[in-house]
C-alpha cells in the first residue's frame, strides 16, 4: 500500500500562485510515476502532469504548472503560476506503482476572477 497526503490547496486571486506538494509513504519502492489530476464541478477528472521516464502537461497548463520531484522526500510538487478561474477544480495526487494507481485524497483549488 502507499499512503498519499497532499497540502497546499487554496484561494487565490486570477493571476495568482500556488504550490501542492503530495508525500509518498509506506510501500514507495517500485513507483513507476507520480503526478496529478483534476476535477473541475461538473467535468470529469483530467490528467494535470504526470513525471515518469517522462513529464507530462496537459496543454491548458503548460508554460503555467511546473511538476518536480523529491525522491529523498518521497514528495511530489505542483507549481502553479498564472492561475485562472478555470484552474478551479479538486487536485488529487496521483502514483503508480507497478501498475496501480494510488490516489490522494484531494485539495480543493478556488481562482476567483
Known amino acids: 500500500q502507499v499512503q498519499l497526503v497532499e497540502s497546499g490547496g487554496g484561494m487565490v486571486q486570477a493571476g495568482g500562485s500556488l504550490r501542492l506538494s503530495c508525500a509518498a509513504s509506506?510501500?514507495?519502492?517500485?513507483?513507476?510515476?507520480m503526478g496529478w489530476y483534476r476535477r473541475a464541478p461538473g467535468k470529469q477528472r483530467e490528467l494535470v502532469a504526470f513525471m515518469s521516464s517522462s513529464t507530462n502537461y496537459a496543454d491548458s497548463v503548460k508554460g503555467r504548472f511546473t511538476i518536480s520531484r523529491d525522491n529523498a522526500k518521497n514528495t511530489v510538487y505542483l507549481q502553479m503560476n498564472s492561475l485562472k478561474p478555470e484552474d478551479t477544480a479538486v487536485y488529487y495526487c496521483?502514483?503508480?506503482?507497478?501498475?496501480?494507481?494510488?490516489w490522494g485524497q484531494g485539495t480543493q483549488v478556488t481562482v476567483s476572477s
Open positions: 509506506g510501500n514507495i519502492f517500485n513507483i513507476n510515476g
Open positions: 496521483n502514483v503508480n506503482r507497478l501498475g496501480y494507481n494510488y
